[in-house]
């Protein structure tokens, strides 16, 4: 059973930059895709950003491409995301979720069985 667990949420003025950790446990495979989401209020929760832990590709939203960046570190046991040049449409509760091993590198919500508590990111104009 996967286990992961979130930090470094905060609040930020717009065109801050904060970095989001995920710490991932319990995997029974070598690599596995994971990926960040987010979830405003009063809004549908959506994929920002995804990777293949096994070789590094990654897939991003049109929203964030360009300001987030997603990474591992190289045990293969956190994944971060980058957020630079925040915007206030950015607020939201951060997820981490990762798949059994990878079918493929999306940001559908449903291909994602594991999740994490959450952490969240306050941007202020």
């Known amino acids: 059973q996967a286990h992961l667990v979130e930090s470094g949420g905060n609040s930020v003025q717009a065109g801050g930059s904060l970095r989001l950790s995920c710490v991932a446990s319990?995997?029974?495979?070598?690599?596995?895709?994971m990926a960040w989401f987010r979830q405003a209020p009063g809004k549908e929760r959506e994929g920002v950003a995804s990777?293949?832990?096994?070789?590094?590709?990654?897939y991003y939203a049109d929203s964030v491409k360009g300001r987030f960046t997603i990474s591992q570190d190289n045990y293969k046991i956190t994944v971060y995301l980058q957020m630079d040049n925040l915007k206030p449409e950015d607020t939201a509760m951060y997820y981490c979720?990762?798949?059994?091993?990878?079918?493929?590198?999306?940001?559908?919500?449903?291909?994602?069985?594991?999740w994490g508590q959450g952490t969240q990111v306050t941007v202020s104009s």
């Open positions: 979720a990762s798949q059994n091993g990878c079918s493929g590198l999306t940001l559908e919500r449903n291909d994602y069985p594991y």
């Open positions: 319990g995997y029974s495979y070598s690599s596995y895709c």
């Open positions: 990777i293949h832990t096994g070789v590094g590709s990654t």
